[in-house]
């Protein structure tokens, strides 16, 4: 936790015990492994992780990132205050990422992501060992969650980037670092978060600033 603290630029206001982390949480319901895992207190529209604190720690959960600086009833965590828990989250996977130097292959487009996913996984299994997107984790969440899956078998990762609005990609694009992309179609998906379909083109453009190989449908004309 400690070296999780430097690297999102944490104030670390309880380290009790230093553990090594196996799994992000955002949902307490989805905890596995609770006393391995770390739990993010994201602040939404309509709820606030905050609130959930109690009953993370109920369940086993010892580890924190929250953005409130404030007292904290929760005998025995270790909690790392930051500015921005999304933020945070954010920074941890793309360091993760970073550890791991496998070729990734990122996908994006208004349509069909999930569905080029699953036939790339079916189509090359047997060639290598391959780490992807749960189901449609493909936002600002999502992103993170699943390339925190990469462990030391994985020989390809598969993972795919949705946006919404202008000034998403970027973020989502130092998580996946991919070094092949596919984009597979423009639509009218989310277009009211973009000026124009030129700047949503752009936009998604952004998650291939440095890979190697890019594969899209020429018949498209913009």
Request: with cysteine; aromatic share 8%; charged share 20%.
């Amino acid at each position: 936790m400690s070296q999780i603290a430097t690297i999102i630029v944490g104030q670390a206001i309880a380290l009790p015990e230093d553990v090594i982390v196996r799994e992000l949480l955002t949902d307490t319901r989805r905890a596995v492994f609770p006393e391995s895992s770390l739990f993010f207190a994201l602040k939404g529209e309509r709820r606030d992780g905050h609130t959930f604190l109690g009953e993370a720690w109920k369940k086993g959960i010892r580890n924190f990132i929250v953005s409130l600086q404030q007292q904290y009833d929760l005998p025995g965590s270790n909690i790392i205050v930051v500015k921005d828990v999304l933020a945070a989250l954010q920074c941890l996977a793309a360091h993760h990422r970073s550890q791991f130097h496998i070729p990734v292959i990122g996908i994006t487009g208004s349509n069909g992501k999930t569905v080029v996913k699953e036939w790339l996984n079916q189509l090359l299994d047997n060639d290598y060992n391959i780490v992807r997107s749960p189901k449609s984790y493909n936002s600002q969440i999502g992103v993170p969650l699943s390339v925190w899956q990469i462990n030391e078998s994985n020989t390809l990762g598969i993972f795919e980037a949705g946006i919404s609005q202008s000034g998403e990609m970027e973020k989502l694009q130092k998580i996946i670092h991919p070094s092949i992309g596919i984009f597979t179609n423009t639509g009218d998906a989310h277009a009211s978060g973009f000026l124009n379909i030129r700047q949503k083109i752009n936009e998604k453009l952004r998650l291939f600033s440095n890979v190697n190989t890019l594969i899209y449908c020429r018949d498209y004309p913009e």
